[in-house]
């Protein structure tokens, strides 16, 4: 199994970045795929999740209004697209995949399957 995130890097205050994660050695369908990320000395933050197989999506609180996370399932791919970046934004960024509904027990009690390495997003003030 593998979930390899990418997209990340430097980005000025008011920015915007598109992450990728792409999936492989699982049935892409059978899953909801997440995105969580964590700062340095900070606790990890759940942002939003998809399920796969009917779309349903759920957003967090930090990711309301300038988060869109998506997904293209010919490609086994999804995606977080984040505009107006903050500073408080940096943090490296995960993807997930796991088969729990797709809610905020998703986003806030997280117990995910598979979880990639991450991409860090640096938003320079």
């Known amino acids: 199994v593998q979930l390899v995130e990418s997209g990340g890097g430097l980005v000025r205050t008011g920015g915007s970045l598109r992450l990728s994660c792409v999936a492989s050695?699982?049935?892409?369908?059978?899953?909801?795929m997440g995105w969580f990320r964590q700062a340095p000395g900070e606790e990890l933050e759940g942002l939003s999740c998809?399920?796969?197989?009917?779309?349903?999506?759920y957003y967090g609180d930090s990711a309301k209004g300038r988060f869109t996370i998506s997904s293209d399932n010919a490609k086994n791919t999804v995606y977080l697209e984040m505009n107006s970046l903050r500073p408080e934004d940096t943090a490296n960024y995960y993807c997930?995949?796991?088969?729990?509904?797709?809610?905020?027990?998703?986003?806030?009690?997280?117990?995910?399957?598979?979880r990639g390495r991450g991409t860090q997003v640096t938003v320079s003030s």
């Open positions: 050695g699982f049935t892409f369908d059978d899953y909801v």
């Open positions: 997930t995949a796991d088969p729990e509904p797709c809610n905020r027990w998703y986003i806030e009690d997280p117990s995910y399957d598979y």
């Open positions: 998809i399920s796969i197989i009917d779309g349903t999506i």
